[in-house]
């Protein structure tokens, strides 16, 4: 098969996995929080699990917002025909708007008009990654409008360092309240420069949930800020509870003496994401969800 069919095959099935099937470790954290949840947090979360099973079963997306669609293309330097790999996203992501059905999220900023079938300028939008070997990795996170409102970024003081960041963070949780569908998780990132923090925190956003920051410290930090989010008691879907934020995910940069950028990207539970690896010899590997296709 083509480079450019196959990818578009490709991306087409990561799609479709995405916006039905929730990756295991969402699940099974949305499953603990269940079993620790009370009274109205409880049923709320009962309610996103059971939508999760229905879901599956009758094979449609599990939120009716199917987000605005994200590629990661991790590529490796002889990897062949790269020019035609952001025109098969765009054929797949289009096709998956039609047979799905994925709702159109794509609307021009100026005019109003909705393209209908989630493409656009710029998107779907695609990040590039260069990497030694011939393979190319595909990864697709649909990102829904309500955790994508409550986003956001800032110029933190230098000298109020992690502190300034943790508080950041909170208030961050607190302002968003309901608005992003909690239990939400949060990507965070500091340093770099305002577009760089905020492309950071939301790549955080694929990291499975039970993965932690590889520097003991900041795997710290990760658990306290998750600690003082569930604190606030905002709770499933904002009616209280002691699960607001399932998971906390942290990345840096160095940064300018003078600047210290900060962003947090927040996901709602419905953190769908996909990956699958495309080897030279066309072989394709589905990693996050291990399902024949």
């Not at 490709?10 to 916006?19: D, M, R, T, W």
């Not at 054929?91 to 493409?119: H, W, Y």
């Not at 990654?129 to 595909?138: A, F, K, P, R």
């Not at 947090?264 to 399902?291: M, P, Q």
Request: hydrophobic content about 40%; aromatic content about 6%.
């Amino acid at each position: 098969m083509e480079t450019a069919k196959l990818v578009e095959n490709v991306a087409f099935n990561i799609l479709k996995q995405a916006v039905i099937y929730l990756p295991e470790d969402v699940k099974q954290v949305l499953k603990k929080a269940y079993a620790e949840e009370t009274e109205t947090g409880k049923t709320q979360l009962k309610a996103i699990l059971d939508n999760i099973e229905l879901a599956e079963k009758y094979q449609a997306p599990v939120c009716q917002d199917t987000g605005t669609i994200i590629f990661y293309a991790r590529a490796g330097a002889k990897v062949k025909n790269l020019d035609k790999i952001e025109e098969a996203l765009l054929g797949a992501t289009k096709k998956a708007t039609a047979e799905i059905p994925l709702r159109p999220n794509a609307v021009n900023p100026f005019t109003g008009k909705n393209s209908g079938d989630n493409s656009g300028r710029y998107i779907p939008y695609v990040n590039w990654e260069i990497t030694s070997g011939d393979s190319l990795e595909l990864t697709v996170m649909t990102k829904g409008g309500g955790s994508e409102n409550v986003c956001t970024t800032g110029m933190l003081v230098p000298g109020e360092g992690i502190k300034g960041l943790k508080k950041f963070a909170i208030d961050a949780v607190i302002k968003a309240g309901a608005q992003p569908c909690p239990p939400n998780i949060l990507g965070i990132a500091i340093g770099g420069g305002a577009d760089i923090s905020m492309k950071l925190a939301k790549k955080t956003l694929l990291r499975p949930l039970t993965e932690h920051n590889p520097d003991p410290e900041i795997a710290k930090l990760e658990k306290e800020i998750l600690e003082a989010a569930n604190m606030t008691g905002i709770g499933p879907m904002g009616l209280g509870g002691k699960t607001t934020v399932l998971g906390v995910h942290i990345d840096y940069a160095f940064r300018h003496p003078a600047s210290f950028p900060a962003a947090i990207a927040f996901n709602c539970w419905a953190a769908r994401r996909a990956s699958a690896r495309i080897s030279a010899d066309g072989n394709v590997e589905y990693l996050t969800h291990k399902l024949k296709w």
